[in-house]
Structures are given as C-alpha cells and as structure tokens.
C-alpha cells in the first residue's frame, strides 16, 4: 500500500520505489543510491529519493498510528466493520485523528456525565423527532439519585451530549475544515498598550487575509508577534458578516449535516441552540487551533525549504581554489585581524593591525600587509564584511595600489558565522594555542579557498541565510540542514587525505566517529595510499566503505582511479576497458578521443549495467570534475560605504546574500542589506525568486528607495525602471503598510498574490519593495 502510493505521488513505478525502500532499509544513503544504485531504481535522482525519504517517514507512521487507533477501538469493543473501514482507507493523521476522536481516552465531559446520568435516550428523542415538546419529554428524566434536578437540568445535560456528539462527527469536522481552508481570515490586532512595544510589528497592528493565502513569512511574523505578547490573532469564519451577531455560516453547515431547520416545531428552538453552542463553544476554537496549528507547520516547511536552498546555493558557491590566501577581519577600535593560509588551508603567519580610529596607524598598517604578501606570496585577499568592512576594504585598495608588483586581488566575503567557528570546539582542535579573534580570520581566507569545506564546521544556523530560522521546529530544521549539506559535499566530493573532520562527517555512510577515527589513522599512519587503506581505520566496516569510497577522493596515489568518483566495486570495468583497448589506465583518464568512441553497451555485464558503464565513461574522460560554477567576485561601488551614500537611480554591482519567497536581498558594500522585490527581479512572471537568482549570484542593481531611518533599501534588477520621487516615498513610508485587506492606503493594491506587495507585475516595483514583505520577513535583515 505505501509502497504504491509512494510510486503514484512521485509518477514513478512502484518496482523503483521497492528498490529504493529496500536500499534506504539496509543502510544505503541517498547520495550512494543516487549515483551508485540506478539500475537497482531505473534512474531515480537525489530529488526524487528525498521526497521518497520524508513520504516513507510519514506514512509508516501513519500506518503505527493506524494500528494504534484500531487496536485501542477494538479494545473498548466499539469497532464496526464500518468505523474499520474508514480508519484503513484514511490517507491523512488529521482524517485518523478525526475519526479516532469519539473514541479517545478523555477526562469526564458534561456530556459523559450527562450520558452516566440517563439522559442520552433524551437527547436521541428530542433529535429524531423535534414535534416532541422538550420540557415535556425531560420531565421524565428528573432523578435526584442521579444527578438531575429539574427540567433545565435535563436538558442542559441532553444538550451537551448532542454537542459532543456533533464535535466529534469526522465528516462534519472535515466539511467545517474544508469550508474554513476555502474562506476564513486570520485578523490581527496590536495587544492594548503594547502599540509602542510592539513597533516592530505596526504592519499587524489591525491587519486581515485569507488564510489560505497567509504567505510563509507573514504567519511566521505573526505567530512570533503572539507569542511575544504583541499580538492578538483570531480566526475569523465569517469576514462576510458585517453584523458581528449573524449567525456563523458553519452553524448552517452543522444544521444541514444533521438535516436540522426551523419549522416551527416544538424542539426545533432547542436543536437550534445545540447548533449554535456546538460551534461556539466546541468547535470553533477546536479549529482555530488546529487550522492555525496546520499553518504555522506549513509555514515552518516553506521557511526551512527556503533556509535548505539558500544553504544549498551558499556551499555549492565557486571556490577561488588552492591558492595562498589573506583573511582579513574588519575591526575598528579592536584592529584588523590577519591570517594568512597556504594553498593547503594551513595557517602560515597572523598578524593584528590598528589602520582605523582611534590609533589610525594607517601607513604602518599598510607597510605590515606589504610585507606579508611578499613574504607568502599571497594571491587572494579575502575581507569580512562586517563592520570596518569598507574603511578595511579601502586600506587595501591603496595597498594594492602602492605595490602593483603583488598581484593579489581583494575579494569581500560574507563572514557571517566566523565568530561561532572560533569559539568552537572543533576550532581550538584545529588551531590549538590561536587567539580566538584571529581564528576568525582564518575562517575568512579558508571559506574565500573553498566555502563548502569550511562552512560544513558552522551550525548551519550561524551562517545567516534563513528566514525566521528561530521560529521554526528546531529538529526539523536541522533536518532539513544536515541533508542539503550531505547532498552538496557528496556531489563535490572529499580529498580524503586533507579533509577536516567536520567534512567528513558528511559524506556518505560516515559520521562523527568515523570521521575523527580517519583524521586519527591519519595523523598516525600519514596519508592514505589508496581507498582500500580505509578498512583499517577503527569501526569502519564493509558497509561504511560502500556507502563512503566512492566520494572520498585521493590524488597521487597509488591507483589513479582512487582521484575520481569512479566506485571501487566498479574497478573491473575499468579493467575490462583497459584490456579491449590496450590502453593503461593513465593514458586512458582524460583521453576524450578514445573514450567518446568506445560503446557503453560493449561493456555492460550482469553486474554493471547501462548507467553505471555511462557513469564510468563520464568520469574518466573528466575526473574529479567539480559540479561548482567558476569563480568570479562582485566590485562594489567607490565611495559608496554607506546607506547614507546610496541615492536613487544608481546603479551597482552586488552580491546576492539571501532569496526569501517575495524576493532577494543584495549586499553592495553598506553593512545593510537591500531588498528586490519578486515583482523587480525580471520583466517577464515568475513565481519563486529562484527562477532569476540563488544566493551568491553577482547581480547589477538601481536604487529606487532608501530609507536611512528604517535601514531599508529598494532594488530593482530591471534597470529601466524609474525610482519614485522622494516626496512620494515619504509618504508611503509614512502609513499605507499593514492596513487591512481591501482597506489598503491610497495607490496600495489589494494583497491578492500571497507576495506582500499586491500584483507583481501590475505594481510599481518601489511601492512593493518597501510595502508589507520587506517589514515583515526581514525587519531585521542582516547588520554588517
């Protein structure tokens, strides 16, 4: 049954699911099955094999839980062949839960009681048949041995237990879920006395949308603002009504449910007022709660699915390569830290400098860094971008300037988690004796060599590319995390004889154990010969080195095949290729000529197939390619150093920092970042941000808006737009952001596109870009 639902969801046979299943169960990672194991799937790629990866998670669940509920069921002796039915075929926990809901262990309800005291067959009259006067029929109930004192408390009792009985009808609960999903508000309000405290969240101090178009980081906002006493939010299941006493519309589907109407007769009032307190006071909050709960977890999702992808295009950045590389870590009053690294990512020299107030020792400064490059012949300078930044950029321009004959170029790069690296415990293991301030800036040169080796040893969460990273469930998050970055070192690969032991935690089949008892046979045996040299390192057995070998590479050594991602298990293969063509493996690797004539087909066996024999040629002919784009770097603008220094209508050169759902942000060198909006990034409709940019993309953009006091900064990437006068903007900044749907300021649109700013495309760029999405998601985008 999963295994078909599985195949009918992702459009793929269930005989690739099977095989997928079966790996997944024996251990196999996704990385192996996706590039080791395609026969075995038919070709299912690393996508495809983590959606398979979550959906088996949930629905084995599913089917524990199912079991659960069924068990516990028939155990109270309640399970009809039809309840059975319908718990067997519920595709969702909310259908189980529902159904499971008349049936689950509780505390003693009024209904409960009432039933224990012999009211139920009175409920169930005065229900089939409402002719029958409810005063009359109670007074046959009146019992003081159990409980029922008089008329009123007859009925009140039999009222209770139509209630419950109605709260706890699934396929109401699915009708009043499905009409909320299709028409409610989710309204907030600013909590009394808090409209100062609160500033930060003044877009929802009375603000209203559809709840099914709520987008991601405008729930997150709000729920955050809740939670912090901010923020009052309601569901409201009827913005309709302009009379806040009309009747809910879910009262009418209650009614209709139970075919209950007003005709005049003797209980129809009764069975009326169950209708209304049944929604008043058991369901409506009931699905508040749950309908805010479902969109807080999707809200979560899309957050964390945003976070995975801006780590993903962080690490899977260009590397500069192996060259002798500066680190520089701005500072003012503390000095500028040095660090110089060589083409290994060895520490060779580090330094402190004082260029900046209050000891200006500029020329001095200038003089030391001279002498260093010289000394280590350094290629790259890498700078942090934090503050002191730009004054730190500038010492270095006029170095470079003052000694042409160096030849290094200065590269500005985010530094974003360098502090947390240097705190650290795996940092003090690697540069034992260092200061923890220049630790950090030996982060900066290694991440300028290769982001994805050094950014592997920060918590993800440290490297500042979430949204609303805090908000979300943790354990999920980390989830999510540790699979991206697992995916990106697998398809880079890993020098198995440099590697820390952080990035070797990643690769496939290995983890922190294996990692630092490699490091260690390291440190004692010295560099591995070759892959086979790896079964005697301490608990990595067989499995482990299936699962790792095909991603760990090693250059020089004793077999040439070792450098690529060429399997071991594959090597006969290779083999085979060598005696047909009498040509040695050597002069075989990157001999595109021959390789592109010989025929995948002639070599496939029993054992390899058709992929795998196509794979093998790939590779060969360009070994160890690294799937990373070519390395390249932003030139930020002279003279443009602050928010203050930005005007509208420039236009610059910058770097894209992070892409949320309603646009990008775009760091030009001012310690703040800017935002372009969804509707700014391109001329033509698109629907995620991703479509035009990914984090670390180089991009040029104009200037329509900045407001200094707010610290906010409108883009555009589609440079013929017009910036909006300045009186204008003003005026915008001034109110118009966080009225309710159809009450927007003047000039607003509707907020009808989920992407906080109105139409995309119909809709002034700088009117979106400074509207809703850039106040809500990112109040507090990144400080430099």
């Known amino acids: 049954m999963i295994i078909n639902k599985i195949a009918e969801e992702l459009a793929v046979s269930p005989t690739q699911v099977q095989a997928a299943v079966s790996l997944l169960d024996e251990g196999s990672t996704v990385p192996f099955i996706a590039r080791y194991r395609k026969e075995a799937t038919q070709g299912l790629d690393d996508s495809q094999l983590r959606n398979l990866e979550q959906r088996l998670t949930y629905l084995r669940e599913l089917e524990d839980r199912r079991g659960v509920i069924l068990k516990s069921i028939e155990e109270q002796g309640k399970l009809s062949d039809e309840l059975k039915n319908q718990i067997v075929s519920a595709d969702s926990k909310t259908t189980l839960e529902d159904l499971y809901l008349p049936y689950k262990p509780r505390r003693r309800t009024k209904g409960q009681i009432a039933i224990e005291a012999g009211l139920e067959p009175l409920a169930d009259k005065l229900f089939n048949d409402p002719t029958l006067t409810p005063e009359n029929e109670a007074e046959a109930f009146i019992s003081a041995d159990n409980g029922v004192a008089d008329t009123k408390s007859a009925l009140e009792g039999a009222r209770y237990i139509l209630m419950e009985r109605f709260a706890e009808d699934a396929g109401l609960l699915a009708k009043i879920r499905a009409y909320l999903n299709d028409n409610a508000f989710v309204t907030s309000t600013v909590a009394p006395g808090k409209e100062q405290e609160a500033i930060k969240y003044k877009d929802y101090f009375e603000h209203q949308e559809k709840l099914k178009s709520v987008p991601s980081h405008r729930a997150l906002a709000m729920f955050r603002g809740r939670n912090e006493g901010m923020l009052h939010i309601q569901l409201n299941a009827d913005p309709q009504n302009e009379d806040a006493t009309a009747p809910s519309h879910c009262e009418f589907v209650i009614a209709e449910h139970y075919g209950i109407a007003d005709k005049g007769r003797a209980a129809d009032a009764f069975l009326k007022q169950v209708v209304q307190w049944t929604w008043k006071i058991k369901i409506a909050l009931h699905m508040e709660t749950e309908l805010f709960s479902t969109l807080r977890e999707q809200a979560e999702e899309e957050a964390i699915s945003v976070f995975a992808k801006n780590l993903n295009d962080l690490l899977m950045a260009a590397p500069a390569g192996a060259k002798t590389t500066m680190g520089l870590d701005p500072g003012l009053r503390t000095g500028v830290k040095v660090a110089v690294v060589d083409k290994t990512g060895k520490v060779v020299a580090t330094n402190t400098i004082f260029p900046h107030a209050p000891q200006n020792a500029w020329d001095k400064s200038m003089r030391t860094l001279i002498n260093v490059c010289k000394q280590h012949k350094v290629e790259l300078i890498s700078i942090g971008n934090g503050t002191g930044s730009r004054e730190t950029d500038k010492l270095v321009a006029e170095m470079l300037k003052a000694a042409p004959e160096l030849g290094a170029q200065k590269i500005m790069v985010s530094e974003a988690g360098a502090s947390v690296y240097s705190a650290s415990e795996l940092a003090s293991k690697e540069l034992p004796g260092m200061d923890v301030s220049l630790r950090g800036a030996v982060s900066i040169a290694r991440r300028l060599q290769d982001p994805l080796a050094e950014l592997v040893k920060i918590e993800p969460k440290a490297i500042g590319v979430g949204q609303y990273q805090h908000d979300v469930s943790q354990s999920q998050l980390g989830k999510s995390l540790d699979r991206v970055i697992e ?16 990035l070797l935690s990643y690769v496939s089949g290995l983890n922190k154990t294996l990692a630092h008892n490699i490091v260690s046979f390291r440190d004692s045996n010295g560099a591995f010969p070759d892959r086979k040299a790896l079964l005697k390192v301490e608990r990595l057995g067989p499995k482990a080195f299936e699962q790792a070998a095909g991603f760990l590479r090693i250059t020089a050594g004793s077999n040439p095949l070792d450098a690529s991602s060429v399997h071991p298990e594959s090597y006969p293969v290779v083999d085979n290729i060598v005696d047909r063509t009498q040509v040695a493996v050597n002069d075989l690797i990157g001999n595109t000529d021959l390789l592109r004539k010989l025929a995948p087909e002639d070599f496939t066996s029993d054992a390899f197939g058709l992929p795998t024999v196509k794979d093998i040629l790939k ?28 005007k509208p209508g420039m236009i610059l050169e910058g770097v894209v920092s992070n892409v949320a759902n ?82 927007q300021g003047k000039g607003r649109q509707p907020n009808r596109n989920n992407n906080g700013g109105g139409n995309r495309q119909a809709q002034a760029p700088a009117n979106a870009a400074m509207g809703n999405a850039f106040a809500d998601a990112f109040a507090k985008a990144k400080q430099k």
């Not at 690969?493 to 820390?500: E, R």
């Not at 310690?671 to 941000?689: C, E, R, Y």
Request: charged share 30%; glycine share 8%; proline share 6%.
């Open 487 to 502: 995916d990106c070192v697998n398809a880079v690969g890993v020098d198995l004889n440099t590697a820390s032991p952080a």
């Open 619 to 646: 590779e060969l002919d360009k070994p160890g390619r690294d799937p990373r784009p070519e390395f390249k770097t932003a030139t930020f603008k002279e003279g443009v150093e602050t928010i203050s220094d930005l």
């Open 662 to 743: 309603f646009g990008a942000f775009v760091d030009v060198g001012v310690h703040q970042d800017g935002l372009v909006h969804i509707s700014a990034l391109t001329n033509k409709f698109i629907s995620d941000p991703r479509e035009v940019v990914k984090a670390g993309d180089i991009v040029k953009v104009k200037v329509l808006e900045v407001d200094v006091q707010r610290k906010r900064i409108s883009f555009t990437m589609r440079l013929d737009d017009t910036p909006a006068p300045a009186a204008a903007a003003e005026k915008r900044n001034a109110g118009g952001a966080g009225k309710p749907a159809g009450k």
